[in-house]
């Protein structure tokens, strides 16, 4: 069955410092997988999606389908990243998205 | 742009009461979605039309739930009767098409007393 699995439900970090949020997929098919953020007070949206191969707002993500991963990567985290963030698996390519849990960051100064 | 809008942003009902969410995507996007957010966990999706017509409702508690997009633009999503286990945000989000980014609401933070 499709399934995405966030194994933190908090992550905390200070300012400056690595962060990776893990991400975990279980799918028979050809996977697309996203990234989708929600700041505090703000309605969920997009950050990055695999197949765009590209760093949004310091961020990046590699498919890793040897591992079924999709981990959430920056080298320097700012305090502006906390949020919640949710990986997310399209099923079908119909345009149904499977959620993770979600992993709250919390960046200290 | 303007986005995806949604009403009301809050409900408070109690059980086994009827309540209605309604839903206006951005302009000119096809494919229209209904997710539950139970608290703690990520969105699930409920129903996904493809302009007026429904392409996906597997998750959809039919018995209860119902959704509707007359004229493939606006959609309203209903809960009747409503159960304590419905308290959740209904997020409504909205794509050009259906392998396109989805782009969200706001979202009804609906409690069931």
């Known amino acids: 069955a499709q399934r995405v699995t966030q194994p933190e439900k908090l992550l905390s970090v200070f300012k400056g410092a690595p962060v990776e949020l893990k991400c975990n997929y279980s799918y028979s098919g050809s996977p697309e997988l996203f990234w989708y953020v929600q700041y505090s007070r703000q309605r969920l949206q997009l950050l990055l999606r695999h197949i765009s191969r590209e760093s949004i707002k310091g961020f990046t993500a590699d498919l890793n389908k040897g591992e079924t991963s999709f981990h959430l990567k920056k080298p320097f985290a700012q305090e502006e990243d906390s949020a919640m963030y949710y990986c997310a698996l399209l099923y079908n390519q119909g345009g149904k998205l499977i959620f993770g849990q979600g992993t709250e960051l919390s960046v200290k100064p | 742009e303007a986005g995806v809008a949604q009403s009301p942003r809050y409900k408070i009902i109690e059980k086994r009461q009827s309540v209605a969410f309604w839903c206006n995507p951005i302009?000119?996007?096809?494919?229209l979605y209904w997710y539950q957010q139970i608290l703690g966990q990520g969105p699930k999706l409920l129903i996904q039309f493809q302009n007026n017509g429904v392409v996906d409702d597997s998750q959809l508690p039919k018995d209860r739930f119902s959704a509707e997009r007359l004229k493939g633009v606006d959609s309203t999503l209903k809960i009747q009767p409503a159960k304590l286990e419905d308290s959740a945000v209904y997020l409504c989000?909205?794509?050009?098409?259906?392998?396109?980014?989805?782009?969200f609401g706001d979202g009804t933070r609906l409690s069931i007393l």
């Open positions: 989000a909205s794509s050009l098409e259906r392998d396109q980014p989805q782009h």
């Open positions: 302009s000119g996007h096809a494919t």
